[in-house]
């Protein structure tokens, strides 16, 4: 590496001086040995801003998108009249113009994209008042996948205020209902990809799921939500919330219909660097739906123990899937009780890599990585002043606030101990699943929430979202696939007491999603949600 003395020539901008030096590490409680060594340090640092201003003159590179094939039309933000559900961030029309998709997978297909995914000329919320004209400048993977694939991109969806809720109360937009259920929760992040999904407005979405995001809402809506294997799904072009549990993926009414979604979208793009040993190419990406079909004679399932032993878990729902599980018996299976002790410290150790590499990515502080950043987005939200802090909803300014405080204090090897934990996490997992093809728990351990009034505060709008994600975070951490899909309704507990829908989520290894989706269509198949009980 080559040595980064000051040049001859230093620019007018530079503004290093010995006192930076002097400041720098006196926040780290140090200082330079000798008045040598601080003319040494300063002309060092003076050196190396050279090079870094001139990173900072060039031009950004991002990926090309194709506006000719694929060109922006009726861009727009819709009227009450035209967005009755509030799930709709911005409509538009996205199609080939081109014969080149003609019978692709997807056909003549709309959906939509959670309001996190980039789609370039379209403006993205993300959900919040802390930005208000974001547009990004490029395609995410997934959308240029799913326009490749013949598919339509009819508009965004409503996503909760920075993807950092699991009920649908935070958006600065709005709230959204449930799907069967007015004033009760539609869930969250990925809150209007499951209105939309639910209600018919689209064929299928693509939601985001960094702890239960996509899973959560397709729950409480009666509609099929994968989290795929890590990384499986490109996560290129999407805002982050931590790389290390961040994921994207199919919402859909049917399983058949996910599976296909999965198919077009699925496979290494060789810019996200979330993508690991396994990962398919484009071209090798398996037949989903076809493999859902070959059925379930011989396999093995195993109820988690400590999936349905939960707090503030509704008995009910713990044996309403319990029931759904075993009657997989009735298909050919093996239906028996496994226990993973640690599952249940997944909400635990989410804290550490979901508050403290949180708190880094969103000050745009999470380095190493080999993603596109989304430089457009941070120049947006940084620098964070208090007319910004001010705009967060509770779930960010909560990550603002414990995840500096937790940097500043917290002993320097405990996300480094907790990172260890979540893999020894995945391993008792792992042990599970050498002896089962798929774990089954409930989603969620109770049903969608009733909405707390837009008044509430910090402390009422934690307590309106506690546990929902006691069961779904954990598999973020370990990357392993997850699927929630509708098995029965049970009445609310809250009245008024509508019924509203139960979700099963069934879990497997790196890259089983096949194996996922012979189960999950299996019993659609088998047996009406509907009506189950």
């Not at 979208?265 to 396994?278: H, L, P, V």
């Not at 745009?364 to 802090?389: I, S, W, Y």
Request: some cysteine; hydrophobic content about 40%; charged content about 20%.
């Amino acid at each position: 590496m080559s040595a980064t003395l000051a040049p001859e020539t230093v620019s007018e901008r530079n503004p290093i001086s010995q006192q930076d030096v002097i400041d720098t590490l006196a926040t780290l409680n140090l200082k330079a040995s000798s008045p040598q060594d601080l003319a040494d340090y300063t002309s060092l640092l003076t050196g190396i801003w050279e090079m870094w201003d001139s990173i900072d003159q060039m031009d950004d590179y991002v990926p090309v998108v194709d506006e000719e094939r694929f060109p922006r039309k009726g861009v727009h933000r819709p009227e009450p009249a035209e967005n009755e559900t509030n799930a709709w961030a911005w409509k538009c029309d996205i199609r080939d113009t081109t014969d080149k998709s003609k019978g692709g997978l997807l056909a003549g297909k709309t959906v939509n994209m959670k309001d996190n995914i980039a789609v370039k000329g379209v403006p993205c919320l993300l959900g919040t008042n802390v930005i208000k004209d974001w547009v990004p400048n490029t395609d995410a993977t997934v959308v240029t996948r799913v326009l490749e694939a013949g598919g339509i991109v009819s508009g965004k969806a409503v996503c909760e205020n920075m993807s950092m809720w699991g009920v649908s109360t935070s958006a600065a937009t709005g709230q959204m209902s449930n799907v069967w259920a007015p004033g009760f929760s539609a869930g969250g992040s990925s809150s209007g990809t499951g209105v939309l999904v639910g209600n018919g407005l689209t064929w299928g979405g693509m939601g985001g799921d960094q702890g239960g995001s996509i899973r959560i809402p397709s729950a409480v809506n009666g509609i099929v939500g994968l989290k795929p294997t890590t990384g499986l799904v490109p996560y290129t072009g999407i805002a982050s919330l931590e790389p290390i549990i961040d994921s994207t993926g199919p919402m859909t009414k049917t399983v058949l219909d996910n599976a296909l979604l999965l198919q077009a979208t699925a496979g290494a793009d060789f810019i996200d660097d979330r993508q690991q040993a396994g990962c398919p190419l484009p071209g090798s990406v398996p037949d989903y739906p076809a493999l859902a079909q070959e059925g379930v004679k011989g396999m093995r399932i195993g109820i988690l123990k400590e999936g349905f032993d939960q707090p503030m878990g509704d008995v009910r729902l713990s044996a309403l899937v319990t029931k759904a599980a075993k009657s997989l018996e009735t298909l050919g299976c093996v239906v028996e009780e496994v226990s993973v002790p640690m599952h249940k410290l997944g909400p635990t150790l989410w804290t550490a890599p979901g508050r403290m590499s949180g708190h880094a990515s969103l000050m745009a502080q999470n380095c190493g990585r080999r993603v596109l950043h989304l430089n457009d987005l941070t120049d947006k939200v940084l620098p964070l002043t208090q007319e910004k802090f001010d705009a967060m909803f509770a779930g960010s300014s909560n990550a603002v606030v414990t995840g500096k405080w937790a940097w500043d204090h917290l002993p320097p090897t405990l996300l480094g101990k907790a990172m260890n934990l979540i893999r020894k996490l995945r391993d008792d997992y792992y042990k599970a699943l050498n002896s089962y093809d798929v774990l089954i728990m409930p989603t969620m351990p109770m049903l969608a929430q009733k909405l707390p009034s837009t008044e509430a505060g910090i402390v009422e709008f934690m307590q309106n979202s506690n546990g929902v994600s006691l069961n779904t975070s954990a598999f973020n951490l370990t990357g392993l696939p997850a699927l929630s899909m509708p098995v029965g309704f049970l009445p609310s507990l809250e009245a008024p007491h509508p019924k509203l829908p139960v979700g099963m989520m069934i879990v497997s290894k790196f890259y089983k999603e096949a194996t996922i989706y012979k189960v999950a269509y299996a019993w659609e198949q088998a047996f009406d949600w509907k009506t189950f009980e």
